[in-house]
C-alpha cells in the first residue's frame, strides 16, 4: 500500500508555470503506473498525465506539449510540470497510483492524494 500526498499548487495568472508534487509513502512510485487527474467544479475528473514502469509518458491531447509528467526514484516523488497554464487548467490536481498495466481511466487507480488547488486567472 502506498500514501499519496500531492503539493504545489496555488494561484497563477494566465501563461504562468507550476510545479505540482506527489510525494509516495509506503511503497516505492517505481513499483505503479503513476498518474496525475483534474476535477474541475461541475466535471467529471478527468485523466491529465501518466507515467508508467519503464518511464514511458502519457497526456491527454489538451495538455500535450504544456505540462510534463516525471518521476524521481531517489525523492520517491511524482511531478506535474505545467507551462503555459490557461483559465480552463483550473482544477482540483489529483495523483494517483494503479499496478499493472497503461489506463488513463480514473476506476482503474488502486489509490488516491487529497488533491491541490490550481487556479489560472485571466
Known amino acids: 500500500q502506498v500514501q499519496l500526498v500531492e503539493s504545489g499548487g496555488g494561484l497563477v495568472q494566465a501563461g504562468g508555470s507550476l510545479r505540482l508534487s506527489c510525494a509516495a509513502s509506503g511503497r516505492t512510485v517505481s513499483t505503479y503506473f503513476m498518474g496525475w487527474f483534474r476535477q474541475a467544479p461541475g466535471n467529471e475528473r478527468e485523466f491529465v498525465a501518466a507515467i508508467s514502469r519503464s518511464a514511458a509518458t502519457y497526456y491527454t491531447d489538451s495538455v500535450r506539449g504544456r505540462f510534463t509528467i516525471s518521476r524521481d526514484n531517489a525523492k520517491n516523488t511524482v511531478s506535474l510540470q505545467m507551462n503555459s497554464l490557461k483559465p480552463e487548467d483550473t482544477a482540483v490536481y489529483y495523483c494517483?497510483?494503479?499496478?499493472?498495466?497503461?489506463?488513463?481511466?480514473?476506476?482503474?487507480?488502486?489509490?488516491w492524494g487529497q488533491g491541490t488547488q490550481v487556479t489560472v486567472s485571466s
Open positions: 494517483a497510483a494503479k499496478y499493472g498495466s497503461t489506463s488513463t481511466r480514473q476506476y482503474a487507480y488502486d489509490y
